[in-house]
């Protein structure tokens, strides 16, 4: 009774950000918010297919009897509580006198929030006045701010995956498959999440929209991660000239996932490449169960969670397989002599614009242009959209 009374994640498909007018009174707004984050951007969800707004199991240090307590106490501070509200409710003395709704109030400055932004985040102290500097708008500095904006803000790793069938020992056998067994199509579902590569506006890997490299391909993504599957059952061998393509984006991939189903053990050079340092063999066995074999370079550092001989469920085989292929990419490019990570570079970029155009001056003219850098206007009535 208690399992059936629980409230669970709700199954209707929410693209529509919430707001008061949309949502009905038997809906929670935070339940609506967290189902629209969860379905729009699946990169926000703790695991993979797991909704947000799935409540959280019971904690198993509390035996039931202590969350009956907790509950009657709740249950009775509530009784008691509206018992006082109602009584001072008749009481006219308790009343508190009826305020009228805020009227919004229109902003005296068009620059009105952005002083308000700096007040709140401290820059317009003394004592941060070494961190913030103010800039020569000219042409170059906005051309080099639009080349900022083209930088990766994210670190970003393309991945091959390949699928073996039973007796394929060569190239053009493999790179013809355009389907595999239904546990290697779960697999590769799990990697990440379908994206269509004709409107995917992240990183797309060297993958074309023209759909000359396939229709979709899983993706996967957090705050600070971006990586692109180069899943070979999904790109068209229509001709040679497709699998030359084909072979051009999958071999230049410096890590390899390989699901084989073959009864041999898969060998290195029957994909030809110069890359693919490191090679991530899928083996099915029994019951669900999968072995891994992990292949590198003898230069490439010690790379995790995965090793070398592990037997992996099949629940958890796509989860660990993409972390053991970032941390895999990671180690191969901590080998690039002088290598930065993305927020480095952009760092280092942010740091170059302000030192070329920095405007040099005292901390009264910079509070005075900050306070009030363009004559006083008001806002025009179309400003808010």
Excluded at 38 to 59: H, W, Y
Excluded at 160 to 178: P, W
Excluded at 243 to 267: A, M
Excluded at 347 to 362: F, G, S
């Amino acid at each position: 009774m208690k399992d059936f009374m629980a409230p669970q994640a709700k199954r209707r498909c929410r693209e529509v950000v919430p707001t008061w007018d949309a949502i009905r009174d038997d809906e929670d707004a935070l339940d609506e918010m967290l189902q629209y984050l969860g379905t729009t951007s699946p990169e926000c969800l703790q695991r993979a297919g797991m909704p947000l707004n799935i409540p959280a199991l019971p904690p198993t240090c509390i035996s039931e009897k202590q969350e009956n307590d907790v509950m009657n106490a709740i249950l009775k501070q509530y009784t008691e509580e509206k018992g006082f509200a109602d009584k001072c409710n008749n009481n006219l003395n308790m009343r508190a006198m009826e305020q009228e709704e805020p009227c919004p109030q229109r902003p005296q400055s068009a620059f009105y929030y952005c002083r308000l932004l700096l007040n709140i985040l401290g820059m317009n102290s003394w004592e941060k006045r070494s961190n913030f500097h103010l800039l020569r708008k000219n042409e170059k500095l906005l051309r080099e701010l639009k080349n900022l904006d083209s930088r990766q803000c994210r670190e970003t790793h393309k991945i091959a995956v390949f699928y073996v069938a039973e007796g394929q020992e060569d190239k053009h056998s493999i790179l013809t498959n355009t389907s595999g067994s239904q546990a290697y199509e779960d697999f590769v579902s799990g990697l990440g999440w379908e994206v269509n590569l004709t409107n995917h506006c992240g990183f797309l890997g060297g993958l074309q929209r023209n759909k000359s490299t396939g229709f979709s391909t899983p993706y996967f993504a957090t705050s600070t991660v971006e990586v692109m599957f180069h899943v070979s059952t999904r790109m068209p061998p229509d001709s040679d000239d497709s699998l030359t393509k084909k072979l051009r984006h999958l071999g230049n991939d410096e890590v390899h996932i390989v699901w084989s189903e073959h009864t041999r053990d898969y060998r290195r050079g029957i994909i030809p490449t110069e890359f693919g340092d490191v090679l991530i063999v899928i083996y099915p066995m029994k019951n669900h169960m999968y072995s891994v074999q992990i292949m590198k370079k003898p230069e490439v550092p010690f790379f995790g969670p995965l090793f070398d001989g592990a037997i992996v469920d099949g629940k958890i085989l796509p989860t660990m397989v993409r972390a053991t292929a970032i941390n895999a990419s990671r180690a191969l490019k901590s080998l690039i002599p002088l290598y930065q990570n993305f927020y480095e570079e952009r760092a280092r970029y942010l740091e170059t614009i302000v030192h070329h155009h920095r405007e040099p001056t005292t901390f009264e003219d910079y509070a005075a242009q900050v306070f009030c850098p363009a004559p006083f206007h008001h806002l025009p009535a179309d400003a808010d959209h």
